[in-house]
């Protein structure tokens, strides 16, 4: 079945700092690929998106690049600031037009970023 | 901007009581769906709903739960004898297929629920 493998946090930066949240997926087909962040206390809002191979999503100085050939979907940022302290979800959707289109999440990985 | 919306945003019942949870979805959109987080663990999908009626359930979605959509705007998820193991965060999402971004969900701020 589908799957979504995302490396372990925390993950704990500086200001400033370059982020790279590594996720590699296993999907029958050509799945979506999406990025959500959960703040603390809140819910899921959707970050970025790709839906198909070579697409970039990118938002807020964030961006992800759907690499078939890897089958991965890594987050990056160039300078990380403390708002960005969240748990980050990597997530694919997959399924025929109209279909339900469920979401598998990764294990989601938690960024702390400090001065 | 038009959101999903839950309530209540935090529920404590006992165990082997009904609750039922509450989401109004992004008005335009067709297909609605819960999930659940454990604390600690990853989001999992519960039920898709399309059309009135169930269109997929994973296998935590057993005789226990269920879905509906009451009027026009609600859609519920009720827990008929809830476990101390249905304590998590529930989400609700919604998603228009025929819209600009047909695979997108849009979520809810979620409710925690919490079985004594």
């Known amino acids: 079945g589908n799957s979504v493998t995302q490396m372990e946090g925390p993950v704990t930066l500086s200001e400033e700092a370059f982020l790279t949240i590594n996720c590699t997926y296993t999907a029958t087909g050509y799945p979506s690929l999406f990025w959500y962040v959960q703040y603390p206390g809140e819910g899921l809002q959707l970050l970025l998106k790709a839906t198909k191979a070579d697409d970039k999503g990118s938002n807020k100085g964030f961006e992800a690049t759907y690499r078939k050939e890897t089958t991965s979907f890594h987050l990056e940022k160039g300078s990380v600031q403390v708002s960005d302290s969240a748990v980050y979800f990597c997530?694919?959707?997959?399924?025929?037009?109209?279909?339900?289109?469920?979401?598998?999440f990764g294990t989601g990985t938690q960024l702390k970023v400090e001065l | 901007e038009p959101e999903v919306t839950q309530t209540p945003s935090h529920q404590v019942t006992q165990m082997g009581q009904e609750v039922i949870l509450r989401c109004v979805p992004i008005s335009n959109h067709l297909y609605f769906y819960w999930y659940r987080q454990i604390l600690g663990q990853k989001v999992e999908f519960l039920v898709s709903?399309?059309?009135?009626?169930?269109?997929?359930k994973s296998e935590i979605f057993d005789d226990q739960f269920s879905v509906e959509r009451p009027d026009g705007s609600n859609f519920t998820l009720k827990i008929r004898s809830t476990k101390l193991e249905d304590s998590a965060m529930y989400f609700c999402a919604s998603r228009d297929p025929t819209g600009y971004y047909p695979d997108t969900q849009y979520f809810g701020p979620g409710t925690r629920l919490t079985v004594l």
């Open positions: 709903f399309y059309n009135n009626e169930i269109s997929e």
């Open positions: 997530a694919l959707s997959w399924g025929l037009t109209g279909g339900g289109n469920k979401l598998t």
